[in-house]
Nanobody, 124 residues
Framework: QVQLVESGGGLVQPGGSLRLSCAAS????????IGWFRQAPGKEREAISYIYSRDGSTYYADSVKGRFTIFKDNAKNMVYLQMNRLKPEDTAVYYCAADPRSRGDYVGTDMDYWGKGTLVTVSS
């Protein structure tokens, strides 16, 4: 059964760091485009970072550029989101998603597989 499971969320103070993990079962992540998304209360889900299977290129939303880094560990079949210099406005449920279509520079929520999310709260 295809499954994505996020972990690593929690409570962190402003300026702190967290690393989110996304583990895949029943498929090989390196063959998929992987995206990280977040949804804050009362807001729409937004795409914040991608890593593309075609060439390993990455995308970052302006809101996280320079603070967040997406990377993969193919040996462990894991994708990570390193989040530094966190701000209260980063508070949200974070989701990873995967799609086999290798669409290059696609940015959006049309992804085949989704995890259930992990909550990140940035507060003092």
């Amino acid at each position: 059964q295809v499954q994505l499971v996020e972990s690593g969320g929690g409570l962190v103070q402003p300026g702190g760091s967290l690393r989110l993990s996304c583990a895949a079962s029943a498929f090989t992540l390196r063959n998929y485009d992987i995206g990280w998304f977040r949804q804050a209360p009362g807001k729409e889900r937004e795409a914040i970072s991608y890593i593309y299977s075609r060439d390993g290129s990455t995308y970052y939303a302006d809101s996280v550029k320079g603070r967040f880094t997406i990377f993969k560990d193919n040996a462990k079949n894991m994708v990570y989101l390193q989040m530094n210099r966190l701000k209260p406005e980063d508070t949200a449920v974070y989701y990873c998603a995967a799609d086999p279509r290798s669409r290059g520079d696609y940015v959006g929520t049309d992804m085949d597989y989704w995890g259930k999310g992990t909550l990140v709260t940035v507060s003092s």
